[in-house]
């Protein structure tokens, strides 16, 4: 019966396919702890069915096209995040986290050599150690283009070291905690550090004071910071909807909309808060939820679509993904999005036919911008730049999409033509390319993974990729902390980017208590992806 499975298996490649792509979720969900391997247990469940049989391996065209939707998504969807990354503190904290993986692929190399491998499997060990998957998928592109060196030594080096890789982590996380004796709840952070942005909006109804009599609504949110915005204004018996050259007059009561920490706040310095809620008021304004579908409309600022001119309308909230946003004039929307309007009641219809308002239409991804920036990004993956000692640096299909990826998601439009996708779609196709790409090479090196184990050679490879595991982590943490006095909060949430680890950010937001991780990994993050890539050629370069 056994032998009868694996044959059907072998005849059925599509059947492989997704048989390892369910169980492989079904093992992601276990837990033991906080920890759990989530999407990453598709490589070790496709190496446990590559192991069964030599021929239980999938197409290479599998994997490879993974891989391309997979760095090609990121890029879109971490343009903005990596270019903002570069301004301020961005430099400070983005220059520490390329020393430390820098450090880390020296360890590989050194540890690779000393426990008799070669520069393959030290590849293996820096992706595996470091938790990075497009870093692995970068070492394989490299080796397919160079036949010689096997293609699954760094697959087995990366497998052995990736569960240490993410334990190790969790435990700096901890140690670091404990060493320098650091109370993450109540850390207190200098006023100069950037907040992390509000994921949950509240309105409040205020009753000016009379200080703000003959003030322009765009001064006062001048004034409060941009810690809120104005929706609706009372004035005797009329509502209105206030716009940014709005003069107020004393007894004025305006709705606020703002992240719930600070609109208390804000409301005090305003006047005083009321009892009345004039959202609730919807005989001459309205509010409605639209989805922006409407091309025209994004990637510009919120200012030049003028939407107080043409419809007498405010954006009040916008919601991309599970996340709410407060607007500004330079906020720009993005296809996906979930804006609230507020305007008058017979302008809606119109507002929503301008915006769009049509699940539909963003259910056909615009394949020929789609196809045209990964067909950019494999040409330039394509070139070849000499180095010294006569190798040759490509970026290969893992690079080249992924820096396309990114200026096209800064860039956003090019005149007509919008080159990013609807937040969802975005991450469909990511965790489409992640598991194509997963199950392709755990079912093509899951045979070399048993035999590795068979030969007992696995306990110094899973030593050598902890060595790279610490190495990153205390380099970080360390100098971070006593170096350039970052914040212990934010440094865990720096460290869980440089190590592009969503799990150890989630653990470093429990043992925080609070969101500040997420500013750090945030600015940290498309800089590692990035930086794991070079690093993985250069080994591979020097490991020659």
């Known amino acids: 019966m056994f032998a009868g499975f694996v044959h059907l298996l072998r005849e059925n490649k599509l059947l492989l396919l997704f048989l390892v792509a369910a169980v492989g979720y079904l093992v992601g969900r276990i837990k033991v702890g906080s920890f759990?391997?989530?999407?990453?247990?598709?490589?070790?469940?496709?190496?446990?069915?590559?192991?069964?049989?030599?021929?239980?391996?999938?197409?290479?065209?599998?994997?490879?096209?993974?891989?391309?939707?997979?760095?090609?998504?990121?890029?879109?969807?971490?343009?903005?995040?990596?270019?903002?990354?570069?301004?301020?503190?961005?430099?400070?904290?983005?220059?520490?986290?390329?020393?430390?993986?820098?450090?880390?692929?020296?360890?590989?190399?050194?540890?690779?050599?000393?426990?008799?491998?070669?520069?393959?499997?030290?590849?293996?060990?820096?992706?595996?150690?470091?938790?990075?998957?497009?870093?692995?998928?970068?070492?394989?592109?490299?080796?397919?283009?160079?036949p010689g060196p096997s293609a699954e030594d760094p697959v087995v080096a990366y497998s052995l070291?990736?569960?240490?890789?993410?334990?190790?982590?969790?435990?700096?996380?901890?140690?670091?905690?404990?060493?320098?004796?650091?109370?993450?709840?109540?850390?207190?952070?200098?006023?100069?550090?950037?907040a992390p942005p509000a994921h949950k909006?509240?309105?409040?109804?205020?009753?000016?004071s009379e200080r703000f009599a003959?003030?322009?609504?765009?001064?006062?949110?001048?004034?409060?910071?941009?810690?809120?915005?104005?929706?609706?204004?009372?004035?005797?018996?009329?509502?209105?909807?206030v716009y940014d050259d709005t003069t107020f007059q004393e007894g004025d009561l305006v709705t606020l909309v703002g992240n719930e920490k600070d609109l208390d706040t804000a409301a005090r310095a305003l006047g005083t808060a009321s009892e009345e809620h004039l959202e609730l008021d919807r005989t001459v304004l309205d509010f409605r939820r639209i989805f922006i579908s409407q091309k025209d409309v994004t990637q510009k600022p919120l200012s030049e679509l003028e939407l107080p001119q043409r419809f007498g309308a405010v954006l009040t909230r916008i919601r991309r993904g599970d996340n709410e946003l407060l607007p500004d004039g330079d906020t720009e929307l993005e296809l996906g999005d979930r804006v609230r309007v507020v305007a008058p009641r017979d302008k809606m219809d119109e507002i929503a036919k301008y915006l769009g308002d049509s699940y539909k239409a963003l259910s056909e991804i615009d394949v020929i911008t789609f196809s045209l920036g990964i067909a950019l990004g494999l040409a330039i993956g394509a070139v070849g730049v000499p180095l010294p000692g006569g190798a040759v640096f490509k970026l290969g299909a893992a690079g080249g999409p992924l820096v396309v990826g990114l200026l096209l998601g800064r860039v956003g439009?090019?005149?007509?033509?919008?080159?990013?996708?609807?937040?969802?779609?975005?991450?469909?196709?990511?965790?489409?390319?992640?598991v194509l790409?997963?199950?392709?090479?755990?079912?093509?090196?899951?045979?070399?993974?048993?035999?590795?184990?068979?030969?007992?050679?696995?306990l110094p490879v899973v030593l050598a990729g902890t060595a790279v595991t610490i190495t990153l982590s205390f380099t970080v943490l360390a100098v971070g902390y006593k170096v350039l006095q970052i914040p212990l909060s934010i440094l865990v949430g720096m460290l869980s980017g440089a190590h592009t680890q969503p799990a150890a950010l989630a653990f470093a937001c429990e043992?925080?208590?609070?969101?500040?991780?997420?500013?750090g990994y945030a600015t940290v993050f498309?800089?590692?992806?990035?930086?794991?890539?070079?690093?993985v050629q250069l080994i591979l370069a020097l490991g020659r």
């Not at 093509?444 to 035999?451: C, E, I, L, P, Q």
């Open 526 to 535: 498309p800089v590692a992806i990035v930086a794991k890539i070079l690093a």
């Open 201 to 208: 909006l509240a309105n409040v109804t205020v009753a000016l």
């Open 36 to 146: 759990s391997l989530g999407v990453a247990a598709v490589l070790f469940v496709g190496l446990g069915f590559g192991a069964l049989d030599r021929e239980l391996a999938l197409p290479e065209l599998v994997y490879q096209f993974g891989l391309v939707l997979f760095v090609y998504t990121i890029g879109l969807s971490s343009g903005p995040g990596f270019f903002a990354s570069l301004r301020k503190r961005g430099v400070r904290d983005n220059a520490l986290v390329a020393v430390a993986i820098a450090l880390s692929s020296l360890v590989s190399l050194a540890m690779a050599r000393a426990i008799g491998r070669t520069g393959v499997t030290a590849a293996g060990l820096f992706a595996g150690g470091v938790t990075n998957t497009p870093a692995l998928a970068s070492a394989l592109e490299t080796l397919r283009a160079h």
């Open 214 to 241: 003959g003030r322009r609504a765009a001064d006062v949110r001048r004034e409060l910071g941009g810690a809120a915005l104005f929706g609706r204004m009372k004035r005797g018996a009329l509502v209105s909807v």
């Open 413 to 434: 439009r090019t005149g007509p033509v919008v080159w990013t996708l609807p937040y969802s779609a975005n991450l469909t196709l990511r965790q489409v390319g992640l």
């Open 511 to 519: 043992q925080t208590k609070n969101e500040l991780p997420n500013v």
């Open 437 to 458: 790409f997963l199950a392709g090479v755990g079912t093509r090196s899951g045979f070399a993974f048993v035999s590795t184990l068979h030969q007992g050679g696995a």
């Open 161 to 194: 070291a990736y569960p240490f890789g993410v334990l190790g982590v969790l435990a700096a996380i901890v140690i670091a905690r404990k060493v320098f004796a650091v109370d993450l709840e109540h850390e207190p952070i200098r006023a100069s550090i950037a």
